[in-house]
């Protein structure tokens, strides 16, 4: 069994105000017509009640009060009739194409008027007089006009509600643009945390139990120096990112960022850490013309290249480490090699972090990188490191 919803209180509001207008015009003796069928005054109380009860459903059963309501309106037709009685209708006329479905706020302005313009044109041919003119008015007054109101309210609230939806998507995809550009930065600021620190403590890791484990007065001062050494570098390389991360600026580069003029250094530091790993780094340079490239392409190979580095002093089997750059066309290669295998002292271990930080700096730039054991010419296996990044044409150090 089906029941209808509670009315809304603005609906019941409506329909109080309604049947006391009624009741005050009828106390009045105030009609709209006479010499009808059932002519005793009393009886227009009827449709007035009926059509006030239908008030209480001009929003949750819109349709069922505009079927019941066009019937209780032709009803007081017949009688004495109510001015408020028509008011009525017409609201719920407004509130069936207001409130109703979208099928039925289609239909019900088109009916209307099909009914004015057959109203006109029957009553016309039946008096046969212009005065006939004023029922079809009366009937587009009272029908039409009410449910063109309502679509045009309609249309408005659609639109507004449309727009509130546009803007609740717009608010909610910046929000998703914010998270994800969060979590980019800090993927960057990770990856640069790891690629400036992790050879400093690595070396500091390897020295420091060498020192423990050799017991040695030359070899423990030497390992001390060296950890003294990876110490005070890499307190500056936190200090410059540390500096960067409460600056707080709009450039999304590191300031003194390194480039590949540094990997000198970078290759004499690692000289330095090795020596009693039996590693040998050499760094070749077979670029016909080392002009300055991009910075975040000489970010990425100076990266690359100190990974490899940290990973040789960390899993390299004594031997010699080879380092090397070189172009073709638009794309510039980095290449390290170490010897492939396991080695005798100390290790430090790793966590895979330093690969996934190099492909992550190759695929921003669009570049590719391969990384694993090959074998060389001389059948031995080594552990090879080649990535090439591209260069854009007449790019500069700018």
Not at 107 to 120: E, G, N, Q, S
Not at 151 to 170: C, G, I, P, Y
Request: charge should be neutral; glycine fraction near 10%.
């Amino acid at each position: 069994m089906s029941t209808f919803a509670r009315p809304h209180r603005h609906d019941v509001l409506i329909a109080v105000i309604g049947l006391s207008g009624g009741l005050v015009l009828w106390l009045a003796g105030l009609h709209t017509q006479n010499g009808r069928l059932l002519d005793a005054h009393w009886v227009a109380l009827v449709p007035l009640a009926v059509m006030a009860g239908m008030e209480l459903l001009r929003r949750s059963a819109p349709q069922t009060a505009l079927v019941v309501g066009t019937l209780t309106l032709v009803a007081d037709q017949f009688t004495t009739g109510s001015l408020a009685t028509v008011l009525m209708f017409t609201d719920i006329m407004y509130a069936a194409v207001l409130y109703g479905t979208p099928a039925a706020a289609r239909r019900i302005p088109v009916t209307t008027f099909l009914v004015t313009v057959a109203v006109t044109i029957g009553f016309l041919a039946w008096f046969r007089t212009a005065e006939a003119l004023l029922i079809g008015v009366v009937t587009g007054l009272v029908s039409f006009c009410p449910a063109i109101t309502g679509v045009s309210v309609r249309n408005h609230r659609d639109a507004a509600e449309t727009a509130r939806l546009r803007a609740d998507q717009t608010a909610l995809l910046a929000e998703m643009d914010r998270a994800q550009a969060v979590t980019a930065e800090r993927s960057r600021m990770a990856r640069e945390l790891h690629d400036m620190v992790a050879n400093h403590l690595s070396a500091i890791a390897i020295h420091s139990t060498a020192a423990l484990s050799i017991d040695d007065p030359d070899t423990s001062r030497n390992a001390l120096g060296v950890i003294r050494q990876n110490s005070v570098d890499g307190l500056a390389e936190m200090r410059r990112l540390i500096g960067l991360l409460r600056a707080g600026g709009g450039d999304t580069r590191p300031s003194a960022a390194p480039t590949l003029a540094s990997l000198d250094a970078l290759v004499d530091q690692a000289v330095a850490n090795s020596a009693s790993s039996g590693l040998t780094v050499t760094l070749t340079d077979t670029r016909e013309d080392p002009v300055p490239l991009p910075a975040p392409v000489e970010l990425a190979a100076y990266r690359i290249v100190q990974e490899s580095l940290t990973n040789a002093l960390k899993h390299a089997a004594p031997g010699p480490v080879a380092v090397g750059l070189g172009s073709s066309g638009n794309l510039l290669t980095v290449e390290v090699t170490s010897v492939f295998g396991s080695r005798p002292g100390p290790r430090a271990p790793g966590s895979g972090a330093g690969l996934v930080g190099m492909r992550e700096r190759v695929a921003l730039l669009g570049g590719t990188i391969e990384a694993g054991p090959v074998s060389a010419g001389d059948g031995t296996k080594i552990w090879q490191v080649r990535a090439e990044l591209p260069v854009e044409e007449g790019a500069s150090g700018k």
